[in-house]
């Protein structure tokens, strides 16, 4: 079975600065996809960013990007130029590289962002 | 809008009582999911359904039962056997064509069983 875990239970940053929040994940597939969701206070959740393991290219979107360690099964998480619109939980999530397959999710990084 | 709802926002009930909760979507999506998220515990798998008519067990599957009659909905029953059912009750759907593989999630309720 996968698991996903998160390390850092909580995070602070001060505006406009940069954060960066780890994730590491244990699985037995060569192929897999690797997800941060973000949670903001209204409990939403929105995908942030999405990697697949077969590209070496980290994948970026604006402020986000990732560091994808395939061999150290490791996914963090980089937000730059940190807003107070960023103040959320971040979930990592793994899942199979097969279609409509469930989400395996770490427990999360409650994140402030400090003016 | 294309989307999924989830209702009620929160419920409350009293213990030994069994709660159905809603899930519709209208994004024609196949699969539907269920979470449960608790404080520090992140979100854990209660059931999924990837075709009407078919479900499967999540890891945590005890206490709940479901039912995908229709392709838009995917309703949660928690039982009165279900140790432990306060908690925020998340959907989700997603389709295999959709090569980004995103789940979308619908705003959630809140159950709180007293």
């Known amino acids: 079975a996968q698991t996903v875990t998160q390390s850092q239970p909580e995070m602070s940053v001060q505006e406009a600065e940069t954060v960066t929040l780890s994730c590491t994940y244990d699985t037995s597939e060569n192929n897999y996809y690797l997800f941060w969701y973000k949670q903001p206070p209204s409990r939403q959740m929105i995908l942030v960013i999405r990697q697949e393991a077969y590209k070496q290219q980290n994948a970026t979107e604006n402020r986000f990007s990732v560091n994808f360690q395939k061999a150290a099964k490791s996914f963090s998480l980089k937000i730059s130029d940190s807003q107070l619109g960023d103040t959320a939980m971040y979930f990592c999530a793994f899942m199979k590289p097969f279609g409509n397959t469930p989400l395996v999710f770490g427990k999360g990084t409650r994140l402030s962002v400090i003016a | 809008d294309g989307g999924i709802t989830q209702s009620p926002k929160y419920l409350f009930r009293k213990e030994g009582q069994n709660v159905t909760l809603s899930c519709e979507q209208n994004l024609n999506h196949d699969a539907m999911y269920w979470y449960r998220q608790d404080p520090g515990q992140g979100l854990r798998l209660i059931y999924y359904?990837?075709?009407?008519?078919?479900?499967q067990k999540g890891d945590i599957a005890e206490g709940y039962s479901v039912s995908r009659e229709k392709k838009e909905s995917f309703p949660l029953t928690v039982t009165s056997a279900q140790k432990n059912p306060t908690a925020f009750y998340l959907c989700?759907?997603?389709?295999?064509?959709?090569?980004?593989?995103?789940?979308?999630f619908g705003p959630g309720t809140r159950l709180t069983v007293t």
């Open positions: 359904s990837q075709i009407v008519n078919d479900f």
């Open positions: 989700a759907s997603s389709t295999g064509t959709n090569l980004r593989h995103e789940q979308y």
